[in-house]
């Protein structure tokens, strides 16, 4: 994923609303959101050429999403696959020590806790308290101008009701290039990305493939739902699951 918005506990009706668009070549092959053979408790879509997923859920109580972080060169091919960590994590297995992979940034989910875990500029994992947070190709909450429209697009909806998580698509799907906050301090990696982008990238070379919601209401009933693109941005494909987290804690 490149860019996503997330409300924690910050809703009465809500445990947890995740928005998130995957930014990334379209020449590299993926299989849409669906359940898993194995292991058979996930939820997600699938990286092709690398086998793991960028986002994704558990019915055993976990959910998932990893962004590259820039700043640090170019990705190096020998390292250990982001999205199997993902994939891990979802499983439910230990991390495996984070200096094994390229730069990222990685939000970690369940009914109880969630967690932000990096690697640079040194490895660590922290726990995030109830609250609105923001994340793309930065640290957590840099206030890059389209993740601070994100973030200000699901408060907005937050505070009109929280009725409808679908209506958050028309946000991952603007295209405005806004002005506030501050630029990216290095820019992309790929050279087909604007130097400044916006929430959703038209390009037929590196865009936004797909768009995912996951929302999740206090009782543990959560629903997963993608939409997929084209180069010209043209929605291709849908694809929504339900599903149940255990009871949290008290």
Known sequence: MCIMAMAWNAHP???????????????????????????????????????GTWLGVS??????????????????????????LVTDLLAGSEA??????NPFNL????????????????????ELTPGLYGLSNGMLDAPWPKTLALKSA???WLMAGAATPLALFDALRSENLTHAGIAPDTPSDVPAEALISPIFIRNPTYGTRCSTIIAIDMQGHGTITERRFDPEGTQTGESSFS??????DK
């Open 13 to 51: 009706r809500w445990r947890l609303i995740l928005i998130g668009n995957r930014d990334e070549l379209h020449a590299r092959p993926a299989a849409p959101l669906a359940r898993w053979e194995q292991p058979n408790h996930l939820i997600a879509g699938r990286d092709l050429l690398s086998g």
């Open 59 to 84: 019915e055993q109580g976990r959910a998932a999403i990893v962004t590259n972080l820039r700043g640090y060169g170019d990705p190096r091919p020998d390292r250990a696959s982001r999205g199997a």
């Open 96 to 101: 495996a020590a984070l200096d094994d992979f």
């Open 107 to 126: 939000i970690l989910l369940d009914p109880n806790q969630a967690h932000f875990l990096t690697n640079r500029p040194a490895p660590l994992r922290t």
């Open 154 to 156: 699901l408060l907005d």
């Open 243 to 248: 599903f149940a987290w255990p009871a949290a």
